[in-house]
């Protein structure tokens, strides 16, 4: 079964510019989760998606990030304008659905993407 | 007030060295704890849930087990591919289905 896929492993921009990455969920899951984890943190949940709608963007900075996820399937996060606060690795996380109330299941990590903004 | 702490923070052990890690927190209405296992570069792998108290689980070397307030992973024997971060989360009834994570212990086995 393959995993959570991400793109790029890697990005390095200047603070005040863009930047856009990419999750593809494993294949039948429907909640999907962006985190931010900075050096020597654990991850923190940014936003949580059931199929193509939010379920929590509580902790989401909603000024400079936003996220979608088109047809319920990949996900896109954004950055606009990066702050060097920023520079941290992106995880993207899913699990199975789950029925309201439940939560029971595991979630799946991706690789990530290494932000450094310099 | 950090809602999960794991302690210690960084942990060296010489191979076959058994030790626990362990992780406390103090969210109400647990609904599941988690052990995740991070490598340098990689996201976190899943490793263990522990639903209610009294609860063990065992995968090779590792054994975990959750108290109404803590759990703790036991690590026998230990080998050098066992050096990692281990991360601990919760998912409570106020989360959403959301994880709150620990900040880890980083463990270093030597040879």
């Known amino acids: 079964e393959a995993g959570v896929a991400q793109s790029p492993r890697y990005k390095i921009i200047e603070k005040r510019q863009s930047v856009a990455f990419w999750c593809n969920p494993i294949?039948?899951?429907?909640?999907l989760y962006w985190y931010q984890q900075i050096l020597g943190q654990g991850p923190k949940l940014l936003i949580q998606?059931?199929?193509?709608?939010?379920?929590?963007d509580s902790q989401l900075p909603k000024d400079r990030f936003s996220a979608e996820r088109l047809k319920g399937v990949d996900s896109t996060l954004k950055i606009q304008p990066a702050k060097l606060e920023d520079s941290a690795v992106y995880l993207c996380?899913?699990?199975?659905?789950?029925?309201?109330?439940?939560?029971?299941?595991?979630?799946?990590f991706g690789p990530g993407t290494r932000l450094t903004v310099t | 007030e950090d809602q999960v702490t794991q302690s210690p923070e960084a942990l060296r052990l010489q191979e076959g060295e058994s030790s626990s890690l362990n992780c406390s927190y103090t969210?109400?209405?647990?609904?599941?704890l988690f052990w995740y296992r991070q490598d340098p570069g990689k996201g976190p792998e899943f490793l263990f849930t522990?639903?209610?108290a009294g609860e063990e689980k065992e995968k090779e070397r590792l054994k975990a087990t959750l108290t109404k307030k803590e759990s703790f992973l036991h690590i026998t024997a230990p080998k050098p591919e066992d050096s990692a971060t281990y991360l601990c989360?919760?998912?409570?009834?106020?989360?959403?289905?959301?994880?709150?994570f620990g900040k880890g212990t980083k463990l270093s086995v030597k040879p």
């Open positions: 996380a899913s699990s199975p659905h789950e029925e309201s109330g439940r939560w029971h299941y595991e979630q799946y």
């Open positions: 294949s039948g899951h429907a909640t």
């Open positions: 998606f059931q199929n193509n709608g939010v379920v929590d």
């Open positions: 969210v109400s209405g647990l609904r599941g």
């Open positions: 522990l639903y209610s």
């Open positions: 989360a919760v998912r409570y009834g106020g989360s959403q289905g959301n994880l709150i």
